[in-house]
T-cell receptor
Framework: DQQVKQNSPSLSVQEGRISILNCDYTNSMFDYFLWYKKYPAEGPTFLIS?????DKNEDGRFTVFLNKSAKHLSLHIVPSQPGDSAVYFC????????????FGTGTSLTVIP | NAGVMQNPRHLVRRRGQEARLRCSPVKGHSHVYWYRQLPEEGLKFMVY????????ESGMPKERFSAEFPKEGPSILRIQQVVRGDSAAYFCASSLTGLLNEQFFGPGTRLTVL
């Protein structure tokens, strides 16, 4: 039962352009969402988060948007840089869903110089 | 910079053998989480431990898998009588407070069962 879904396994973007990574969830009890970035042979590292009381959170080149009615969130990276090439996972949790994150399957982003 | 350490990084076992995966959390962190990533899938929660106690093992298979986090030493994820379906990357994360948004992940152990 995949409660968090990333339907695009891969994405290629030119350097300097915007990267948009999408994530959908099914459990309306989720109230906290995170994006993680993962390089090969490394563990995921936290990138940015958003709670359900907000619809946007920005940190430098990274912005996360949350649409609760659509159960959808997206990560925007602008401008994209070659060093952003990695696998991006979205994750969700809720105060009433237990002690865990529910992860999506990841989107592999390639930024072309 | 002593982040979360996991060893071994790669482990090869034959079917029926035991696999022991170790996780040393960030110094001072007493909360440890184990996740498994099967091929082509996202990370899936297995177990949450806080020094000597299992807090939540709802994601861990009922048989063959066990986890511990002793007072001294690393956390251990143990898989007995491994099968090919256990082949995966196993990630450990640690946290100071137990808050989910403050988990730091280790580099993972890639288990291959022949």
């Amino acid at each position: 039962d995949q409660q968090v879904k990333q339907n695009s396994p891969s994405l290629s973007v030119q350097e300097g352009r915007i990267s948009i990574l999408n994530c959908d969830y099914t459990n309306s009890m989720f109230d906290y969402f995170l994006w993680y970035k993962k390089y090969p042979a490394e563990g995921p590292t936290f990138l940015i988060s958003i709670s359900s009381i907000k619809d946007k959170n920005e940190d430098g080149r990274f912005t996360v948007f949350l649409n609760k009615s659509a159960k959808h969130l997206s990560l925007h990276i602008v401008p994209s840089q070659p060093g952003d090439s990695a696998v991006y996972f979205c994750a969700a949790s809720g105060t009433k869903t237990g002690n865990q994150f529910y992860f999506g399957t990841g989107t592999s982003l390639t930024v072309i110089p | 910079n002593a982040g979360v350490m996991q060893n071994p990084r790669h482990l090869v076992r034959r079917r029926g053998q035991e696999a022991r995966l170790r996780c040393s959390p960030v110094k001072g962190h007493s909360h440890v989480y184990w996740y498994r990533q099967l091929p082509e899938e996202g990370l899936k929660f297995m177990v949450y431990l806080q020094k000597e106690n299992i807090i939540d093992e709802s994601g861990m298979p009922k048989e063959r898998f066990s986890a511990e986090f002793p007072k001294e030493g690393p956390s251990i994820l143990r898989i007995q009588q491994v099968v090919r379906g256990d082949s995966a990357a196993y990630f450990c994360a640690s946290s100071l407070t137990g808050l989910l948004n403050e988990q730091f992940f280790g580099p993972g152990t890639r288990l291959t069962v022949l």
